[in-house]
């Protein structure tokens, strides 16, 4: 029985497949069709019902990942945890279909990694990978049950050699010819064993670092290279993005803090170092916490669009509505506070996200804005009370500030990218800190 009698379409923009109809056949015309605009993912953990099949066709298209476009953003469709969601969906005898044309080295790692962590007795056997070669792309196939020979060579159609040249089996490998891929190596030996040879990040992806795009080392950078690389370089292993970041980061240190410094060597009036140290720290851990949790809630509220609204305005109004109240606290209440709230949110937190994450859009923003909120308040404070010491050198607290600021995005996505959101909130905790103690040492401003 090969028919539906229904199917859920969940799609992150509808009028693309409008303009396809045809080709389509209409398939969003069809009564048995349901078509929900949401991220994936957000809809899975929602829906109460299970589902037969899951199919996922590339949710980044070839234009999309040329430009580079995912390589600095967060994808919790691709993460580990993320597997976990779509096998808990389905049903005993359900299937999942994922596609994509560079990722799979590291899907394959990360499902295995979900399956085992599910108690899973022999993830290998609930999974094939195919190389759907002329159109540049690869199909990997999720099985709640063990899947069988017979339906590993049927699932994408019947595999006669004539069909090798459209679609191949990659694992189990159907022939020698694709023993000793990568991918296989990954999967019969572990993608630790292959970490340190594989040409590209391998690594499985989780929820606190959910970068799957950045696939390139350090190893394999190569300054001769740099002439001839592209923006998809990553995806091939070579470290372009972090390299890009560590270029601005250069440029801003280079050529935008000189000009803080140089009231020091001119006869000018200027900030002594323990306040501009101060307007330094604050700047950029407040950038940071920004970036991390416009990135880290669209786990919660699915589209980074609806994310990045909801992050902004919460914490442009409350931090405003913060700095108007600044003068009734004081400097040790409010970075208690602040710091406090961080670690909550990077330990506690993420906890709550995976426990509200079934409800609808609007609450989940709405929660987004209540964890949120009390943050905000707090960091529109320091500054304040920070100018409130300088008097008329506040000039000099806003530039230092917004230098910082710049320093702050880019150190604090290096930080999300190598060791995750975790620890990007714990160290923007611990500058916050230390602009505490400097505000301490009264005597030095």
Same mark, same amino acid.
């Given at each position: 029985?090969? $028919?539906?009698?229904?199917?859920?379409?969940? %799609?992150?923009?509808?009028?693309?497949? *409008?303009?396809?109809?045809?080709?389509?056949?209409?398939?969003?015309?069809?009564?048995?069709?349901? @078509?929900?605009?949401?991220?994936?993912?957000?809809?899975?953990?929602?829906?109460?019902?299970?589902?037969?099949?899951?199919?996922?066709?590339?949710?980044? $298209?070839?234009?999309? &990942?040329?430009?580079?476009?995912?390589?600095? %953003?967060?994808?919790?469709?691709?993460?580990?945890?993320?597997?976990?969601?779509?096998?808990?969906?389905?049903?005993?005898?359900?299937?999942?279909?994922?596609?994509?044309?560079?990722?799979?080295?590291?899907?394959?790692?990360?499902?295995?990694?979900?399956?085992?962590?599910?108690? @899973?007795?022999?993830?290998?056997?609930?999974?094939?990978?195919?190389?759907?070669?002329?159109?540049?792309?690869?199909?990997?196939? *999720?099985?709640?049950?063990?899947?069988?020979?017979?339906?590993?060579?049927?699932?994408?159609?019947?595999?006669?050699?004539?069909?090798?040249?459209?679609?191949?089996?990659?694992?189990?490998?159907?022939?020698?010819?694709?023993?000793?891929?990568?991918?296989?190596?990954?999967?019969?030996?572990?993608?630790?064993?292959?970490?340190?040879?594989?040409?590209?990040?391998?690594?499985?992806?989780?929820?606190?670092?959910?970068?799957?795009?950045?696939?390139? &080392?350090?190893?394999?950078?190569?300054?001769?290279?740099?002439?001839?690389?592209?923006?998809?370089?990553? !995806?091939?292993?070579?470290?372009?993005?972090?390299?890009?970041?560590?270029?601005?980061?250069?440029?801003?240190?280079?050529?935008?803090?000189?000009?803080?410094?140089?009231?020091?060597?001119?006869?000018?009036?200027? &900030?002594?170092?323990?306040?501009?140290?101060?307007?330094?720290?604050?700047? *950029?851990?407040?950038?940071?916490?920004?970036?991390?949790?416009?990135?880290?809630?669209?786990?919660?509220?699915?589209?980074? &669009?609806?994310?990045? %609204?909801? *992050?902004?305005?919460?914490?442009? @109004?409350?931090?405003?509505?913060?700095?108007?109240?600044?003068?009734?606290?004081?400097? $040790?209440?409010?970075?208690?506070?602040?710091?406090?709230?961080?670690?909550?949110?990077?330990?506690?937190?993420?906890?709550?996200?995976?426990?509200?994450?079934?409800?609808?859009?609007?609450?989940? !923003?709405?929660?987004?804005?209540?964890?949120?909120?009390?943050?905000?308040?707090?960091?529109?404070?320091?500054?304040?009370?920070?100018?409130?010491?300088?008097?008329?050198?506040?000039?000099?607290?806003?530039?230092?500030?917004?230098?910082?600021?710049?320093?702050?995005?880019?150190?604090?996505?290096?930080?999300?990218?190598?060791?995750?959101?975790?620890?990007?909130?714990?160290?923007?905790?611990?500058?916050?800190?230390?602009?505490?103690?400097?505000?301490?040492?009264?005597?030095?401003?």
């Amino acid at each position: 029985d090969t $028919t539906a009698d229904s199917t859920t379409a969940v %799609a992150g923009t509808v009028p693309r497949v *409008i303009t396809i109809a045809e080709y389509s056949g209409h398939i969003y015309n069809d009564p048995r069709v349901k @078509v929900i605009t949401e991220d994936g993912r957000a809809y899975v953990r929602r829906h109460k019902s299970k589902f037969d099949v899951i199919y996922s066709l590339s949710s980044n $298209t070839w234009a999309a &990942l040329s430009s580079g476009a995912f390589a600095l %953003a967060e994808n919790y469709l691709f993460t580990t945890e993320a597997f976990k969601d779509y096998w808990q969906s389905l049903t005993p005898n359900g299937f999942m279909v994922m596609e994509h044309q560079m990722y799979t080295p590291r899907l394959v790692s990360e499902i295995i990694s979900a399956l085992e962590q599910l108690g @899973v007795a022999d993830p290998r056997s609930h999974f094939a990978v195919y190389d759907l070669s002329r159109l540049r792309r690869k199909v990997t196939l *999720i099985s709640k049950r063990p899947l069988t020979d017979d339906l590993r060579y049927r699932a994408l159609g019947e595999l006669t050699p004539e069909k090798f040249a459209d679609i191949h089996l990659q694992y189990p490998p159907a022939n020698d010819s694709v023993g000793n891929s990568l991918l296989v190596k990954i999967i019969d030996r572990g993608w630790q064993a292959m970490a340190d040879s594989a040409p590209v990040n391998i690594s499985p992806v989780v929820d606190d670092r959910p970068f799957v795009a950045q696939m390139g &080392l350090w190893r394999n950078f190569n300054v001769e290279k740099m002439q001839k690389v592209g923006s998809i370089a990553d !995806m091939y292993g070579y470290p372009v993005s972090k390299l890009i970041m560590l270029i601005i980061l250069a440029t801003v240190i280079i050529l935008i803090l000189p000009l803080n410094l140089l009231p020091y060597f001119r006869s000018e009036q200027h &900030l002594r170092p323990v306040p501009w140290l101060y307007f330094f720290s604050i700047g *950029i851990a407040f950038m940071g916490v920004e970036i991390v949790l416009m990135q880290k809630y669209s786990l919660l509220i699915g589209a980074s &669009l609806y994310s990045v %609204a909801t *992050i902004l305005l919460t914490l442009l @109004v409350s931090s405003g509505i913060g700095s108007r109240f600044s003068e009734k606290f004081s400097f $040790t209440s409010v970075f208690i506070c602040i710091i406090g709230w961080l670690l909550l949110d990077a330990f506690v937190f993420r906890h709550l996200i995976y426990a509200v994450g079934g409800v609808a859009l609007p609450l989940r !923003m709405a929660i987004t804005a209540l964890l949120v909120c009390p943050l905000g308040f707090f960091m529109g404070m320091p500054f304040p009370l920070g100018t409130a010491r300088v008097g008329e050198l506040i000039d000099w607290g806003f530039a230092v500030n917004g230098a910082a600021s710049v320093l702050g995005s880019i150190v604090i996505l290096l930080v999300a990218l190598t060791w995750g959101f975790t620890a990007a909130l714990t160290l923007a905790a611990a500058v916050y800190a230390t602009a505490f103690v400097l505000s301490k040492i009264t005597s030095a401003w």
